[in-house]
């Protein structure tokens, strides 16, 4: 007989928590069972990868450690619209999923996480379906499907960019979104990722910086980026610490809405979001 202890996080295991269930009783977690010495074999050679269309996907200083995200087997591809499918393809080779999307997941996690037990899931691979038009939307994922959705608006975007934007969504800390401050930190963590990652230029930041923090998106993202390179005392572990306090696995946490007050507690100069925000549009003039 196999005794397994849980921790207060998981009561028992019928409290789980998974994608974008936010209902705390409804929460999927795995369970993971390791020697007390493990730790998670790094990867040592990331070569670049290069893409169809000649793009490279760079690895991230820091992505080797995170060595759980590999792909057990090939990506598939459901091609239920001719155009959305060609869009993928004039850029990432099916046949080659299953080393890209990983290394994706890399970089991203590398952006997010200072360790590699920090990430919230592990995915045996990602599905892509591409399929017609749904509210003119180009892409979006579904989580607990752990699904990539494309569809025929790609056609003409910067592929590679909306594909890394929806992984993120597989990768990030979620937690209850009800709130406008919620949602913006989602939105804009995703987009600072792009940031870091050179998808997303300086050239794309909101005139004056945008109306409000909480727009989210590039509004978000590039005042993020502010007060992680940019503030007079630079907060270099603000988002990944902005990451951590949206994980619902945490007891503490669990379904609670996300509040801005957290923002004063991880930003090098103890400042509220709103000072900080006002101190960002004073730097843009």
């Not at 928590?17 to 020697?35: I, M, Q, R, T």
């Not at 990506?75 to 890209?100: G, K, R, S």
């Not at 910086?209 to 907060?235: C, E, H, K, L, N």
Request: net charge negative.
């Amino acid at each position: 007989m196999a005794v397994l202890p849980v921790t207060a996080s998981i009561p028992d295991l019928d409290t789980r928590y998974l994608g974008d269930v936010y209902e705390w009783g409804f929460s999927v977690c795995s369970v993971n069972v390791f020697a007390s010495d493990f730790t998670w074999p790094t990867i040592p050679y990331q070569p670049p990868l290069t893409l169809v269309d000649g793009s490279v996907i760079t690895p991230v200083p820091g992505s080797e450690i995170f060595g759980q995200i590999i792909f057990q087997d090939h990506p598939p591809v459901t091609n239920d619209n001719q155009a959305a499918y060609d869009a993928f393809t004039a850029v990432f080779n099916e046949h080659t999923l299953i080393y890209v999307f990983p290394q994706i997941g890399r970089n991203i996690c590398a952006i997010l996480y200072d360790e590699a037990d920090e990430v919230p899931m592990r995915h045996y691979y990602i599905k892509v379906r591409c399929e017609p038009s749904v509210g003119g939307q180009a892409s979006d994922i579904q989580y607990w499907k752990y699904t990539l959705l494309l569809r025929p608006e790609l056609a003409g975007m910067n592929v590679a960019r909306v594909v890394t934007y929806e992984m993120v969504g597989f990768y990030q800390n979620r937690r209850s979104l009800a709130t406008r401050a919620g949602l913006a930190v989602k939105t804009g963590v995703a987009d600072y990722v792009l940031i870091q990652l050179g998808y997303l230029p300086t050239s794309e930041r909101p005139a004056g910086g945008g109306s409000s923090w909480d727009t989210g998106y590039t509004t978000t993202a590039f005042f993020f980026d502010y007060i992680v390179r940019d503030a007079p005392t630079p907060s270099p572990n603000f988002v990944k610490d902005l990451n951590r306090s949206m994980d619902a696995r945490d007891p503490a946490i669990g379904n609670r809405e996300w509040s801005p007050d957290v923002i004063a507690d991880i930003n090098a100069r103890g400042m509220s979001v709103n000072e900080l925000w006002r101190e960002y549009k004073a730097w843009l003039r």
